[in-house]
Nanobody
Framework: QVHFEESGGGLVQPGGSLTLSCVAS????????MNWYRQSTEKKRELVAA????????IYADSVKGRFTISRDNAKNTLYLQMNNLKVEDTALYYC??????RGQGTQVTVSS
């Protein structure tokens, strides 16, 4: 059974940092590109970052370039999102996704002073 478990969200002040994790199971993690999406009540779903199956290629939304870093550990079936210099507008539910496989329930990130 396919399952994604995100963690690492929370409340942080502007300028702070968080690292999100997503542990995947039930499919061949190392064979699939992975994505981080976010969604808030004010904005539509946004692709935050994506990474190829072998870690070689990454893409980022313009809004997070230079602040966020996506990575993965295929030995641990785990996807990461390092988020630095967080802004209020980064507040959203963040979830990991594997195209045509599924997605997690998400972890809430709230940036507020």
């Amino acid at each position: 059974q396919v399952h994604f478990e995100e963690s690492g969200g929370g409340l942080v002040q502007p300028g702070g940092s968080l690292t999100l994790s997503c542990v995947a199971s039930g499919f061949s993690f190392s064979d699939h590109a992975m994505n981080w999406y976010r969604q808030s009540t004010e904005k539509k779903r946004e692709l935050v970052a994506a990474i190829s199956s072998n870690n070689a290629d990454t893409i980022y939304a313009d809004s997070v370039k230079g602040r966020f870093t996506i990575s993965r550990d295929n030995a641990k079936n785990t996807l990461y999102l390092q988020m630095n210099n967080l802004k209020v507008e980064d507040t959203a539910l963040y979830y990991c996704d594997a195209a045509r496989i599924g997605r997690g329930q998400g972890t809430q990130v709230t940036v507020s002073s």
